[in-house]
């Protein structure tokens, strides 16, 4: 158990380095955050081509949750590294 601390503390230090250095992680991270926030542009396309109010109003919404979502995660993943 005594191991395991040092290996955990380890683990944060070089989470929280601060590198400014591009890791894989990050640039997955970018890539992955990049198809979201395009995914919820496409819905905000796709919300005034579907048929009916309430799920014209969903697929809406749902482009907002996307957007908000791939702005929210580098911010909260990336973001706390580098403070």
């Not at 191991?3 to 380890?10: L, P, R, Y």
């Not at 198809?35 to 819905?43: D, M, P």
Request: with cysteine; charged share 10%.
């Amino acid at each position: 158990m005594h191991g395991e601390h040092f290996a955990v503390a380890d683990f944060v230090a070089r989470a929280t380095s601060r590198s400014w250095e591009p890791t894989l992680v990050s640039v997955l991270i970018a890539i992955g955050c990049i198809i979201i926030f395009g995914a919820g542009i496409w819905c905000y396309g796709l919300a005034f081509q579907v048929d009916g109010d309430t799920l014209r109003l969903l697929v809406f919404l749902a482009g907002i949750l996307l957007n908000s979502l791939a702005l929210f995660i580098p911010w909260q993943l990336v973001g706390q590294s580098r403070k």
